[in-house]
Antibody
Framework: QVQLVQSGAEVKRPGASVKLSCKAS????????MHWVRQAPGQGLEWMGI????????NFAQKFQGRVTMTRDTSTSTVYMELSSLRSEDTAVYYC???????????WGQGTMVTVSS | DIQMTQSPSTLSASVGDRVTITCRAS??????LAWYQQKPGKAPKLLIY???SLESGVPSRFSGSGSGTEFTLTISSLQAEDVAVYYC?????????FGPGTKVDIK
């Protein structure tokens, strides 16, 4: 079935970087844009950015410009999101989500908890 | 950026009640609005897309309406399993902003 499986929880020190993965299966990987959304503990959903798995083009929320990188590996149907210069405010669950027009985010990964703590 | 607001922020109702949540956009987004349900510890689940289209597999007690800047999500008969936080999201243009959420529980 169509699913997105994300990598496991991470604990990082302030200033470090984290690279998360999201592996797609059950559909043609290059056909659908992939988004990343994060959710701090007890808070709402925050859109981070988008990658086109077909050509690798990206677009990020201004808040994350310069700190986030999104890449993809078409051979393994996996997208990656790397966030650098981590601070405590980056502690959150990070989700990947497939965007299907005209439906919006129809398939979500299970989420990856990232904890930033000294 | 397009700002999304929701009201109320919390809602307590009885099983069987009709429940309505409102979402407003800071500018017109046509019908490019989605509603998601999120239960504790789980990823959001798509309920409604393009303002009023029901996602496959979602119970018919959920419905959406609106266009432009004002939208509503209605649960026609609240069930115990509907306890969750509900988010609206505009996908008219990036950044694809979400509303702050409405927490629904049982009275």
């Amino acid at each position: 079935q169509v699913q997105l499986v994300q990598s496991g929880a991470e604990v990082k020190r302030p200033g470090a970087s984290v690279k998360l993965s999201c592996k797609a299966s059950g559909y043609t990987f290059t056909t659908y844009y992939m988004h990343w959304v994060r959710q701090a503990p007890g808070q709402g959903l925050e859109w981070m950015g988008i990658i086109n798995p077909s050509d690798g083009r990206t677009n990020f929320a201004q808040k994350f410009q310069g700190r986030v990188t999104m890449t993809r590996d078409t051979s393994t149907s996996t997208v990656y999101m790397e966030l650098s210069s981590l601070r405590s405010e980056d502690t959150a669950v990070y989700y990947c989500a497939r965007k299907s027009m005209p439906v919006s985010f129809d398939i979500w990964g299970q989420g990856t908890m990232v904890t930033v703590s000294s | 950026d397009i700002q999304m607001t929701q009201s109320p922020s919390t809602l307590s109702a009885s099983v069987g009640d009709r429940v309505t949540i409102t979402c407003r956009a800071s500018q017109s987004i046509s019908s490019w609005l989605a509603w998601y349900q999120q239960k504790p510890g789980k990823a959001p689940k798509l309920l409604i897309y393009k303002a009023s289209s029901l996602e496959s597999g979602v119970p018919s007690r959920f419905s959406g309406s609106g266009s432009g800047t004002e939208f509503t999500l209605t649960i026609s008969s609240l069930q115990a399993e509907d306890v969750a936080v509900y988010y609206c999201q505009q996908y008219y243009t990036d950044p694809f902003t979400f509303g702050p959420g409405t927490k629904v529980d049982i009275k």
